[in-house]
């Protein structure tokens, strides 16, 4: 029996090793002699390194196209069945990567240190609101298409809401004056009545927003990384307290992430909503703006985790800003 | 939901292959391998999903060089890339490449299947070009200008070694056979067959040193 210190007897054995040449018993020796030689250990990484060649040297195959799939879909199993419901989420974040820069060679900036935020504010937007722009293109075209055809929804709905609205505040005072009615029946109409309040205030911000003259366009996005041509327009309400953003081509968010806005405050970043597309890559986000409106002076959108982030990921598919 | 969208209606559809998911991916193109590696050490799938473009052609190709069996061979790339995320914290970046690594997985892992279907069967090795250039007409070749670039590196620096070291080593390395089993073969003394090897291995690691680069996406 070879004492598994004898480093003589051993040492010719590594190549043996690393090319997986030795039996079990001469492999065992090998790895109770490692644990306490760093020559050998040292060998041994030299020897891997020459045997790992010899991958190169065999004509190459490709793998079945779903083989990838098929070891995602493992993992998937396997991350899915070993955690939480509630840890689901931080799960999928990786799906939809937001890559730790301190791994890229160079260290890069955030992508918003570099981005050109020229959107130029004038007295004017102080005094009022931003004029509208005239914006050439068939995305804006499309744009405008879609708020045109809102303002006819508007029109046509605005009027069926009112009378319905009308109606049902007869019912609740009815109620209310009727000793019959019992205070659960009061809560429910009360509930239906605010509910429509709720819309009618959505359709009201709706009309007003889209009569030419009352809104304006203060950006128009250009594609980013987005290889298709997506395109924005950003929508300032009068009360310059909230806005809109009006989206284009863009392709659904990654599973397991979102858009998100982001309004650009004196060189930081503010979050805004998540939002998804529908299938034209269309989409309406709604803004609360905290402080005056003219002292944003650009707005991005990036794909994030699902909820949203507190920072900007690097994955940046539309840039706003006043060219 | 947001009160514009609601009162837009939903407007949510069924995700499909979208082409962010590309633009992410490009992302990690800039990545080292080893970079990649700690990415997936946090789990990160689309990290694994990059190294398995880079890697998976290479290690099926050997697996399936030495299995000759395309059903097994995918059996294998899987598991290599399944050790490679869940062992992924295991690598030391100062103990060598990650290439060194994962072909050692590749290759422990078919070398395993390859003794499992001989075990006690005898095997007959006429020639040690039997090993070589093996093809099968359901595999179609991996058409890579990188790949067929590295093969002809790495193929005439296998070349140069002196035919006695090179048929030890490709015995072993392709044909699966121990040391002992290939002194037999080659009737040679056991010592001689692992002076053989270890010379060989060397030779070759310095042959290839600066000459393999990272293969790209």
């Avoid at chain 1, 689901?88 to 240190?113: G, K, M, N």
């Avoid at chain 1, 392709?251 to 930081?268: N, R």
Wanted: charged fraction near 20%; proline fraction near 5%.
């Amino acid at each position: 029996m070879i004492d598994p210190q004898n480093h003589e007897a051993i040492s010719p054995d590594l190549a043996g090793y690393s090319l997986d040449a030795l039996d079990d018993d001469a492999r065992e020796l090998v790895e109770l002699h490692l644990a306490g030689c760093e020559d050998c250990t040292s060998e041994l990484e030299e020897l891997m390194e020459g045997a790992a060649n010899l991958a190169f040297t065999v004509p190459t195959v490709s793998p079945p196209s779903g083989l990838q799939d098929r070891i995602i879909a493992v993992i998937n199993a396997e991350m899915n069945s070993s955690e939480e419901p509630q840890e689901l989420i931080e799960t999928l974040r990786p799906a939809v990567p937001t890559p730790d820069i301190s791994l890229a060679e160079p260290v890069r900036a955030p992508w918003y240190a570099n981005t050109r935020l020229a959107w130029g504010v004038s007295s004017g937007i102080a005094a009022a609101f931003i004029a509208l722009i005239a914006v050439a293109g068939v995305a804006v075209t499309r744009l405008n298409d879609r708020v045109d055809n809102l303002t006819a929804q508007v029109a046509a709905q605005d009027s069926e809401i009112v009378a319905f609205t009308a109606s049902l505040g007869s019912m609740e005072e009815d109620a209310k004056l009727a000793s019959s009615v019992d205070a659960q029946q009061v809560s429910v109409l009360q509930e239906s009545t605010d509910t429509l309040e709720q819309q009618l205030n959505d359709l009201r911000w709706l009309q007003y927003v889209t009569s030419v003259g009352s809104w304006s366009t203060s950006s128009f996005f250009s594609g980013g990384l987005q290889p298709q041509a997506a395109q924005g327009v950003f929508i300032t309400h009068s009360s310059g307290d909230q806005a809109l953003l009006m989206v284009n081509g863009l392709g659904p968010a990654p599973v397991g992430s979102v858009y998100q806005v982001w309004l650009t405050y004196e060189g930081s970043m503010v979050p805004g909503n998540t939002f998804s597309v529908d299938q034209d890559g269309y989409a309406v986000v709604n803004l609360d703006l905290s402080g005056d409106a003219t002292e944003y002076i650009g707005a991005s959108v990036t794909v994030e985790p699902l909820g949203g982030s507190a920072s900007p990921s690097d994955f940046v598919v539309l840039i706003g800003s006043d060219q | 939901m947001d009160r514009l969208q609601r009162a837009f209606g939903p407007g949510q559809v069924a995700p499909r292959t979208y082409p962010l998911h590309e633009v992410a991916r490009l992302e990690y193109i800039e990545f080292t391998d080893e970079a990649l590696l700690a990415q997936i050490v946090e789990q990160d799938r689309l990290a694994l999903e990059c190294l398995y473009q880079r890697y998976s052609t290479r290690v099926f190709s050997l697996s399936y060089r030495m299995l000759l069996d395309q059903g097994a061979s995918e059996e294998v790339t899987q598991d290599v890339f399944l050790n490679v995320w869940r062992r992924a914290a295991s690598y030391k970046p100062g103990r060598g490449k990650f290439t060194t690594w994962l072909f050692g997985i590749a290759h422990h892992r078919t070398i395993d299947e390859l003794r499992k279907r001989t075990r006690g069967k005898q095997r007959v090795v006429e020639n040690v070009d039997d090993f070589l250039n093996l093809q099968s007409a359901d595999i179609q070749p991996a058409d890579s200008a990188v790949a067929n670039s590295e093969y002809a590196t790495v193929r005439k620096a296998l070349m140069n070694l002196p035919d006695a070291q090179r048929a030890v080593i490709e015995m072993s390395y392709f044909g699966g056979f121990t040391q002992a089993e290939i002194a037999v073969k080659l009737d040679q003394p056991l010592g001689t067959v692992k002076t053989r090897m270890r010379l060989g291995l060397k030779k070759l690691r310095v042959a290839l040193a600066s000459k393999l680069r990272t293969p790209e996406l």
